[in-house]
């Protein structure tokens, strides 16, 4: 079977105030995520991705990559096109020094 290629980019070249969906489960968005970002947990997905805008540019995060671009896949095979998987995930956003939040006031981490 097929498998189409995944655009990938860095955490470090995510325009700020791209629409950058976070795929992971809730006690990691709880623990730590990019202000801004739009939480669909990667089960979610496919029942829920009519959430997802079809005509900006998206940019799909998980913890180190993985889930997120199996995400993009999915989003590319149903329609999306402008969709990219960001490279080392939320690991590598919080390398980058992109900004994070937690829920709760609590300091953020990446679990």
């Not at 997120?68 to 998987?85: K, P």
């Amino acid at each position: 079977m097929f498998a189409p290629e995944v655009p990938t980019v860095p955490a470090a070249d995510v325009p700020r105030g791209a629409y950058l969906l976070d795929v992971r489960e809730d006690d990691e968005w709880a623990a730590g995520h990019a202000p801004g970002a739009h939480h669909l947990p990667m089960q979610d997905v496919p029942a829920r991705m009519g959430e997802v805008p079809m005509d900006d540019d998206v940019y799909v995060i998980c913890r180190s990559g993985g889930r997120s671009a199996q995400v993009t896949a999915y989003l590319l095979g149903n329609g999306f096109d402008q969709v990219r998987n960001v490279d080392g995930g939320m690991r590598a956003w919080a390398a980058a020094d992109r900004p994070l939040e937690a829920d709760g006031g609590e300091s953020p981490r990446i679990i």
